[in-house]
């Protein structure tokens, strides 16, 4: 059964079973797999892209990992941490929770558009915080969807076939990301070793 996950052309060919319902159980698993096991969505946002096409697979993993955001993000605003101890083994609630409204803020953001960050669990962590609803959906979007678009492209194909789009693409990317990096990571990692190095009162 697990041999079906092992590679992407297996699920290719997992998903494509599904028929007409294809999209539909894509859709479920992009929201599942950031609210129940929260593990990396870019392997499956890559996969959407050579099931649907760029913008189709761009559209449902967008759809289906934003509205799974704010599910585990409302979900644990109701609960609580006992649902998100699970799986936050390192602890972000407590980081994100020491932090004020500001820093939280720009440190949600990095966390979303840099990658190697666990965004799934920051935003299970987010909901413990007391940042507005509004205010987690406008970062969720501004930081998410470019990681997104870029990896349904891959996914489509479009890169390896156009070699100049590749090269404006990634230099874009690139350019984002590493100026995200240049002006707030540096800043975010000593707000973050500040307050953990606080007594606790």
């Known amino acids: 059964m697990f041999s079906v996950f092992s590679t992407l052309s297996s699920l290719k060919a997992f998903f494509r079973g599904f028929g007409l319902w ?3 159980v894509f859709l479920i698993l992009q929201v599942v797999q950031v609210v129940i096991a929260p593990i990396p969505g870019g392997p499956l946002t890559v996969l959407g892209g050579m099931l649907f096409g760029w913008w189709q697979g761009f559209l449902l993993s967008a759809v289906g990992e934003i509205f799974g955001s704010c599910l585990g993000f409302l979900i644990t605003r109701k609960i609580g941490a006992s649902f998100l101890r699970r799986f936050d083994k390192k602890d972000w609630s407590k980081k994100l929770l020491n932090l004020n409204e500001k820093k939280l803020d ?8 840099l990658p190697g960050f ?3 669990i920051a935003c299970l962590a987010a909901g413990l915080t007391p940042m507005p609803f509004p205010t987690f959906l406008k970062l969720c ?3 998410r969807l470019p990681g997104f ?6 996914g489509a194909g479009i890169m390896l076939d156009n070699h100049r789009l590749t090269f404006v693409l990634l230099a874009a990317y690139l350019a984002i990301v590493v100026l995200v990096y240049w002006c707030f990571h540096g800043r975010a990692n000593r707000l973050m070793a500040r307050h953990q190095q606080k007594p606790n009162k």
């Open 141 to 143: 979007l501004l930081g």
């Open 22 to 24: 294809t999209p539909l």
């Open 118 to 120: 666990p965004d799934d």
């Open 149 to 154: 678009l870029l990896n349904s492209l891959i």
């Open 106 to 113: 720009a440190i949600l953001f990095i966390i979303f558009i």
